[in-house]
């Protein structure tokens, strides 16, 4: 679906801010895209849609150069950006317009998404609030059904109850044909979501695994239940102290991405050495 090698991408020759980036990415999986504020999230995703192109290395989606935008690539991806600015019509005149540009667009699935996401269809979208925006562009990109869908900051704006509908109705919209990605700095709004596991951290990816791998070789628990020696990272707060440690037992388990992210921009070398043996 996606391979990328040996990236590298800057908006000036002085600061890169990808460098000798590799990463590979296949259908049938929801990959939440994770890095601290400034680490080139959006430009990596950026750059895999074609928007913006690598100073050197190589980005394939498909088969294609995004740098070509060529028609057949351009109608199997869909981009919902962080930031969106939509026509002053209504969302079914905004399907009608803009859905035939998609060959799989399903115009009664896009109907279906916004009635579960509470949206009235027929109302001039300027008018609608930012959640309800939100809502509109991941209801009509999900279902254009291209094969691969990417979200930067989807639940920006979106209320909690909203949340939980967007991860119900991304989840269900998921096929074996179809790769998404999902990047957020709101790790918990990733949470029962994603299948996989992106970390971008100073100019690369330091982690691109499924959350099986990670859960087979590390247990996320209290200090009180841990091993002081299998310890690889531990984190106070008001409950008590959360920890990291290496799953002697090779029973995967819940993974806490938020306990995990922490531990790889603080502490990235004793994670990443778990992860990997």
Do not use: W
Request: with cysteine.
């Amino acid at each position: 679906m996606i391979k990328i090698t040996d990236l590298n991408f800057g908006y000036n020759s002085k600061q890169l801010l990808l460098k000798q980036l590799n990463l590979e990415l296949k259908r049938g999986h929801i990959y939440g895209l994770l890095g601290k504020n400034g680490a080139g999230k959006s430009t990596l995703l950026k750059n895999i849609a074609g928007l913006v192109f690598p100073t050197e290395g190589t980005c394939s989606v498909n088969g294609f150069n995004p740098q070509r935008r060529q028609p057949a690539f351009l109608q199997d991806l869909f981009f919902i950006p962080e930031d969106i600015y939509l026509p002053p019509i209504s969302a079914k005149s905004f399907a009608k317009s803009t859905g035939h540009f998609y060959p799989k667009f399903d115009h009664q699935q896009f109907m279906a998404f916004l009635e579960e996401f509470d949206v009235t269809a027929d109302v001039n979208m300027t008018k609608l609030s930012l959640g309800q925006q939100k809502k509109m562009m991941i209801s009509f990109g999900l279902s254009t059904n291209t094969s691969l869908l990417i979200m930067d900051e989807p639940t920006n704006g979106l209320d909690i109850p909203s949340k939980v509908q967007f991860r119900r109705i991304v989840a269900s919209a998921l096929t074996d044909e179809r790769c998404m990605i999902i990047s957020t700095h709101q790790v918990r709004d990733l949470d029962s979501l994603i299948d996989a596991l992106v970390i971008l951290d100073r100019q690369n990816v330091v982690v691109n695994q499924s959350l099986d791998e990670i859960s087979q070789r590390i247990v996320f628990t209290t200090a009180n239940h841990a091993a002081k020696e299998d310890v690889l990272y531990a984190e106070a707060n008001s409950m008590g102290v959360n920890t990291i440690v290496i799953n002697r037992l090779e029973d995967g388990g819940r993974v806490d991405l938020e306990l995990l992210f922490n531990a790889v921009v603080n502490d990235q070398q004793t994670i990443l050495q778990a992860l990997k043996s």
